[in-house]
C-alpha cells in the first residue's frame, strides 16, 4: 500500500512554481506527473521509451562538482518523477504562451513554417530552447546536435532547422549567397533559373520581423533550489509507491548499506535501460535505489596514466570530458577517447546522452552496446566499491559475458570506469554500422587495437570486440591471440578474418536476424581497420627500421576513401515559388506563404489534441487485448482474474456489442476466431490507464491454431488466398508486340510495407449524455463521419444522437481514415456498457501492432524493347499484401493499377493486379494509395532496360516519356506538357549532365565509395476514383460583430487546410483573415463527409467555402452598393437589421469520376499532378551506409494557395518516401508477429537524413480550372519523388557490380538497407563469409513481400 505519511516529500519546481509531492509513485514518470497531476498537456506522448523526443523537457540541476548550473534536455517519459528532488523543469508552457509573451525559439519555429501537425513541436522547441540556454549563439552542428533526438513525420525537418538557424552564428546571411542561387546574387538583367526574377521568390518567411534572444529574460534557477544545493541534505529519502519504494541516499556510506540491504535493487540513473525492460519486458523491482545526490560518483580525476569517470557521469558529459582531453594530450594518448567520442556522437539523441549514466551503461552490457567494446578492447578497469572497501575488476570479457566470477558482487556498485592512455604504435577505432546514421542503435559495432612494436608492423598486441553479434559484447580474444607477431599485411588481413569468422560465429536463426550482413561487418569492419593502421604507418615511416620499410603494405589512392565516415552535415537548400501578382490586393492572402494557423499553439503547447482534453467526470480508461495467434479458433476467454485486480471495472466482448460487430469478416472484437496476432478481442476498462494495462496481461485466452497460416505473398498465390478479383488493364497487343522487339528482360521488385508513424497515436474520448443515447466522441481521425456512422451500427443508435469532433490531428497519413472508427465503436461500447466516458489512447507498441499500414508488394515485370530502349510492350503484374481483411485492399489495387504506367507512354500495355489475403493485421490506406509501390516496379523496370541496352536509365525515360496530348491506358486525356517542362526543370537545375560526369569520375578514382545520381518523373493523379467522394460542404456564419466562423468538411491532419480555407474565405469575403475562425470540424455542422484524404481535401473544401461566402456575399451585395463607403462591420449590423440571414451553408459537387473496370475505361481522377526528382548519393561499399548528397525537386503546384504549406508538404511527403524506401522496414517473426514495434526497432528518417543541399520549386503556374483558383493538391505527391534516392542508390550499387563484373540484373528490394547495399556490393569480404542452408535453420524473420 502507499504510504504518504511515511514518505518524504518530493520537492522540485516546474516552470519557477515549486512542487511538493508527499503522495508520489516512484513507477510514475515526469511525463504522467505533467500531463495527469499538473495538467501541462504541452508534453507530449508519442513512444514512451525515449525514442521520438515529443516528451522533452528542459531539466536545470545544480551540479556539486562544477558548482554551476547545469541545463539540460531530457525525455520526460522515462524521467522517474522521484529522481527529479531539488532540480527544476522546464517545459514548453514555462518558456512562453501566446497569451503573454512567445519565446523567440516558439516564434521563429512557427513563423519559419516548421510545425505542421504540431505534435513534434514542443519536443522541437525544448531541444532547441535548451541548446540556447547553454549556447545562446551555437554552432549549425550544436544545432542538429540538438535536434538529433527528436522525430517529425510531417515537416521534413529543412523548416525546424531554418528556424534554429536562425540563431546560429554562421547564419547572418543566406546560405546560397554566393553559389549562384541566391536571389541576391542575380544581377539587373538577370532571370533567376526560372524565369523572370520579380516572378519568383525564395524567401518563405521575414527574419527581420523576429524578435531577438534574450538570455536575461529566462527564468532563473530557484534560488531555494540552489540554498538546497548548497547545503545538501544528507538524510536518505524515501517514497514508498503502491508497490515500489524508492530510496535516495544522500552519502555515499548510506548508499552502500542500503546497497548491503537491497541486494537486488538496481540503482536507477538515468532510467534508459532500466526504464524500458521494465515497461516491454515487464521487469519489477519492488526496491530502487538512487545515487544521484552521491557526488563522489561524478568524479572525474586526470593520472598521468588515463582518465577515470564517475559512474554517474551522463554520456553528454562523458562526450565534454573526453574532448577536453583530446585536446590536452598528444595525439597518440588520445586514440581510445577519438574512438569513444566518436560513438558517443552516434549514441542515441542529445536527450539520451543527457540522461544515460556510464555506469548504467557499462552495468547494463547491452549486446549493442557501443562503448563496452572499445572500453573492452583499450584495458579499461571498473573501479567497484561496498561497505567492505574497493577493489577493481577488467572490463574484458568476462564480465561482459556476465561470469559471475568476474562481475559486481550483489552490494557492489561501480564508482568509476578507468580509460587508460593510449600510447605510440598504438591504434584504436571504432565501428558502428545501423539502419541510418544518427539516433539509432546499431546492427554491429566493433572496438579494435593494436599495439605494434616499436619501429616495425609486426603486432605486440590486438584486441578486437564486437558487439550485436551475440547475447554480449564479444571479444574475439582466440583470433587475437593467434596473430601476435605477424607483420600488419594483407597476408596477416586474410588469415584475422578467417580466425574472426570462425570466433565470433552466428547462427543463421540468431535474434536480430540480418545474420549474413552481421557476418560480412565482422569482416569488413577489420578490413577499415587494417586501412586505418597501414594509413597510420605511413605517417610514422620515417621511424621504420629500413628492413621492416621495404616490405611494408600501402593503402592505394582508390582505397583511401574506405577510410572515411561519413559526416553530420547540415542541409542547405533553397525553395522556389512564383511570386502574386503584383496586383493582388495586399489583404488578399491566398497565393501567399502565410503561416500554419495553428503554429503559434503548436509551439507553446497550447494546441489541443485528442488525449489533452482534460480529465471528464467519472472517466475511465480503456486497454485493448489482442490476438497472439496468427490463425487461431477462441476456446475461451477468462476475464475473472483480471476483474479481480483493484480498480479495474469491466472487459468488453463483443457480446457486449448491442448493435453490428463490425463487417462480416472484420469483427471490431473477435469471435471464435483470429485471423492475426494483434486483432482486438476485447478490452478491459478500468479507473486507471496503467491498471487497465495490467489487467490486459490478466486475461486468459485459449486458442486453439488453425490452418493454413499464411504470411507472405508467395504463400498467399500458393493457396489462392485473395481479398478480391484480379484489376486488370490492357492496351495494344501485348503479346504480338514481344515477337516484335529486339530484347525482353524479366525481373522482379519486392516493396516493403510501411508503418504510418504518426507522432500521435491513435486516440478517442467517448463521452455518454444522459439524455436521448447521445454521445460525443472527441477523436483522432481524418474521416469522422466513418467513425460516426460505425459508432451508430455498433450501438444501434441513429446518426443523428452522435457527434464526432475533430480539432486536429497529430498525424494522419491515411492511417487514420478507417482504423479510428473501430476504435471509437469499441470505446462507445464501454461507454454505453459502463455509463461512463471513456478514454482509449494507444501505446506506441500497440499502435504499431494493431492497426496496420502500407501494403508490402511484390512486382513482376517482362518488358520488351528495342535496342536503343524504346520500350514497345509491357507486361506487369503486381501482388499486394493485404493482411487478415478487405479494408481498402481492393481500392489500393485499382490505384495502383490505373497509376501503374507513371509518365510513359507504351502503346501494348498488361497491367494487373491482386491484393492477398494473410494472416497479418489488415493494411490500408497510406499517402499514394498504392502508387509509391507500384511506380517503383515501373521504374525499376526502365532502369533495367537501361542496363540492357548500355544507356543511362534518364535516356530510357525520357524516351519512354508521354510527349504530347494523349490518353492514358484508361483512356483519359491528359497534357503531358507540364510533365515534360518539370523534367527539363530539374535536368537543368540540378545540373544533371555535369554531375552524371562528376559522379563517374569519382567512381573511377574510388573503390569502396561510390557515388550514384538519379532523376526521376512523376505523373500523379490526384483524388478519388468515385464520385461521390468529390463533394464537400462548408457552413459559414457571420455574427453580429463582423466576425466570421468557418466550418467545412475537412480535418486538419496538419497539411494546413484550415489556414488555406481561411485564405480563401478571406479572398471571398474580402475581410481579414484575423476576423475569420475555424473552431473545429464536427459531423454536427458539416453532415455526412467524405475524408480528408487523396490530396483533394483544400481542392474540394476550398469550393464548398467559396460558396458559401459567395452566397452571403451575394445577400450583402445591395447593402454593400448602398453604402460602399461603410464597414464590414456596418455592413453586417444592417444585414442583421434588415433580416438577412449571414448564414451559409457552401456546397461542392465535385468532380465526375467514374472507372469502368469491365471495359478498363474512365475517366476516375480530376487532374495531374506532375513532378520531377533528381538525387545524389554515395554509398559506403564496405558498411552499405549512405549519404544524400543533393535532391532538387521541381513540382507542379499550379497556382499556390500557399506555397510554404505546399512546399512543406512536398518536403515532408518525400523525406516520407526516402524513409519508405530507404530505412523503415518491418520486421515479423516467422509466426507473424512485429517485431518492429518502437522507434528504436523501426527507423523514420530523422534530421540527419535530409539530403546536403535540399531544393524545391514549385514550377510558375498552369492552370487547372476544375480546383480553387488553379491550385493543386499536393500532400501525396512528393512520397514517390522520395524513390530518386532509391534509384540513386541503385546506380551507385550498379556501378559497384559493373565495376566487379557481377551480374546487373539482381533483384530489387525496397528499402535499400544498410544490409541489402552491402550485400549487393558483392566483394572478396562477402564470399569468405559463411552462408546457411535455408532448410537448416528458422529465421528470426520472414519477408513478407
Ligand atoms: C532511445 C534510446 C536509444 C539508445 N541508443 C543507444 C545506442 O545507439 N547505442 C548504445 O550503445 N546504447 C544506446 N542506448 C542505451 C543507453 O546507452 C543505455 O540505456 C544507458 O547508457 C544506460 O544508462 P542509465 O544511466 O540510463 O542506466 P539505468 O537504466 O539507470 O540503469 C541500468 C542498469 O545499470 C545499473 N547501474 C547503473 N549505475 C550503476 C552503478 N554505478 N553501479 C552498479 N550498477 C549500476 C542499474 O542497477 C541498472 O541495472 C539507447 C537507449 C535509449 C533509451
Ligand atoms: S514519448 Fe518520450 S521520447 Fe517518445
Ligand atoms: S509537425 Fe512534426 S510530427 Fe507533425
Redesign the pocket.
Known sequence: MRCASRSDELVFFVNGRKVMERNVDPEGTLLTFLRKNLRLTGTKYACG???CGACTVMVSKHDPVSRKIRHFSV?AC?MPICSLYGAAVTTVEGVGSIKTRLHPVQERIAKSHGTQCGFCTPGMVMSMYTLLRNHPQPSEEQLTEALG?NLCRCTGYRPILESGRTFCMESNSCQQKGTGKCCLDWGENDSSPLGKKNEICTKLFAKEEFQSLDPTQELIFPPELLRMAENPEKRILTFYGERVTWISPGTLKDLLELKVKHPE?????????????MKSQRQFHPVL?S?ARISE?SMVTKTSDGLTIG??C??AQMQDILAERIAELPEEKTQTYRALLK?LR????Q???N??????????R?C?????PVLAVSNATLN?ISAEGTRQIPLNEHFLAGLASAD?KPE????SVHIPHSQKWEFVSAF?Q?QCQQ????HV?AGMRVLLKEGTDSIEDLSIAY?GVGAATISAHRSCQQLLGRRWNELMLDEACRLLLDEVSLPGSAPGGRVEFKRTLVVSFLFKFYLEVLQELKKLVKLFSVADSRHRSEVSDQFLSALEDFPVTIPQGVQTYQNVDPHQPLQDPVGRPIMHLSALKHATGEAMFCDDIPVVDKELFMALVTSSRAHAKIISIDVSKALELPEVVDVITAEDIPGTNGAEGDKLLAVEEVTCVGQIICAVVAETDVQAKRATEKIEITYEDLEPVIFTIKDAIKHNSFLCPEKKLEQGNVEEAFEKVDQIIEGEVHVGGQEHFYMETQRVLVIPKTEDKELDIYVSTQDPAHVQKTVSSTLNIPINRITCHVKRVGGGFGGKVGKPAVFGAIAAVGAIKTGHPIRLVLDREDDMLITGGRHPLFGKYKAGFTNNGRIKALDIECYINGGCTLDDSELVTEFLILKLENAYKIRNLRFRGRACMTNLPSNTAFRGFGFPQGALVTESCITAVAAKCGLPPEKIREKNMYKTVDKTIYKQAFNPETLIRCWNECLDKSSFHSRRMQVEEFNKKNYWKKKGIAIIPMKFSVGFAATSYHQAAALVHIYTDGSVLVTHGGNELGQGIHTKMLQVASRELKIPMSCIHISETSTATVPNTIATAASVGADVNGRAVQNACQILLKRLEPIIKKHPEGTWENWIEAAFEQRISLSATGYFRGYKAFMDWEKGVGDPFPYYVYGAACSEVEIDCLTGAHKKIRTDIIMDACCSLNPAIDIGQIEGSFIQGMGLYTTEELKYSPEGILYSRS??EYKIPTITDVPEEFNVSLLPSSQTPLTIYSSKGLGESGMFLGSSVFFAIADAVATVRRERDIAEDFMVQSPATPERVRMACADRFTKMIPRDDPETFKPWSIPIA
Do not use: F, K
Not at 552516434?346 to 539523441?349: D, E, K, T
Open positions: 521509451r525515449g525514442g525525455t522515462l533526438g535493487a538496481p540503482l536507477v540513473v538515468g532510467n534508459t535501460s532500466l526504464g524500458p525492460a535505489l545515487p560518483l559512474a554517474g551522463s554520456l560513438h552516434s549514441l542515441a539523441g536527450q539520451i546522452r540522461m544515460a549514466s556510464l555506469g548504467g551503461h557499462v552495468i547494463s547491452h549493442c552496446s557501443d562503448l563496452n567497484l559486481l557492489e556498485i561501480l564508482e558502428r545501423a539516433n539509432a542503435l546499431p559495432n558487439g522507434p528504436d
